[in-house]
């Protein structure tokens, strides 16, 4: 079993930075490819980023490609987020899931965090 907890949201104006953390506990991420996805208001999660255990390859949503980084922390417990150009279109809740590889849909994640709201103010 494997939680997470994700961190870091708040409200920024365009163009500036966030970095959001997402800690597991219970065990690490050992074995477990992470990402990032998010939801707005009325809108359906999307996948924004991922990394994948072996290799640590990541990918992105064309919609970050350039803006935003994912990354793991060396003890390999934690996975970042580190989102620069921030735009008023990135606004929504971040969420953080865990699953055996790297996918871009929702449902074949195991394991999901509670979210942290990023906004983003024009």
């Known amino acids: 079993q494997v939680q997470l907890v994700e961190s870091g949201g708040g409200l920024v104006q365009a163009g500036g930075s966030l970095r959001l953390s997402c800690a597991a506990s219970g065990r690490t991420f050992n074995g477990y490819a992470t990402a990032w996805f998010r939801q707005a208001p009325g809108k359906e999660r999307e996948f924004v980023a991922g990394i994948s255990w072996i290799g640590g390859t990541t990918y992105y949503a064309d919609s970050v490609k350039g803006r935003f980084t994912i990354s793991r922390g060396n003890a390999g417990n934690t996975v970042y987020l580190q989102m620069n150009s921030l735009k008023p279109e990135d606004t929504a809740v971040y969420y953080c899931?865990?699953?055996?590889?790297?996918?871009?849909?929702?449902?074949?994640?195991?394991?999901w965090g509670q979210g942290t709201q990023v906004t983003v103010s024009s």
């Open positions: 899931a865990a699953s055996p590889v790297v996918q871009r849909a929702v449902a074949l994640y195991n394991y």
